[in-house]
């Protein structure tokens, strides 16, 4: 069973950056689509960026658009989102999210999550 472990959370204060990082348990696993989710206090969870693995598309959220970016290394296995610019409403938990097949929409794997504080 393949898990994923996000890192690289904190807080940092308005105008700063982050880089999260998502890493799987399996060095071998390669999916076709990951993406970056995150869910704030009394709101639901949000779509925040997504990349197609093998052909490096990508697609952001208008949220987050210009001041974030997804990314990934193939040779380590590894997502990132670069996080620049940060908004006291960028604050959430953080969660990168698998799928292994490119005819569905539902994820196969989940991360724990990576809480992002942006303080004002």
């Known amino acids: 069973q393949v898990q994923l472990v996000e890192s690289g959370g904190g807080l940092v204060q308005a105008g700063g950056s982050l880089r999260l990082t998502c890493a799987a348990s399996?060095?071998?696993?390669?999916?076709?689509?990951m993406a970056w989710f995150r869910q704030a206090p009394g709101k639901e969870r949000e779509f925040v960026a997504g990349?197609?693995?093998?052909?490096?598309?990508?697609a952001h959220a208008e949220s987050v658009k210009d001041r974030f970016t997804i990314s990934r290394d193939n040779a380590k296995n590894m997502g990132f989102l670069q996080m620049n610019s940060l908004k006291p409403e960028d604050t959430a938990v953080y969660y990168c999210?698998?799928?292994?097949?490119?005819?569905?929409?539902?994820?196969?794997?989940w991360g724990p999550g990576t809480q992002v504080t942006v303080s004002s």
């Open positions: 399996t060095r071998s696993f390669t999916p076709y689509y």
């Open positions: 999210a698998a799928r292994i097949a490119p005819a569905t929409s539902k994820f196969d794997y």
């Open positions: 990349i197609i693995w093998s052909a490096g598309s990508t």
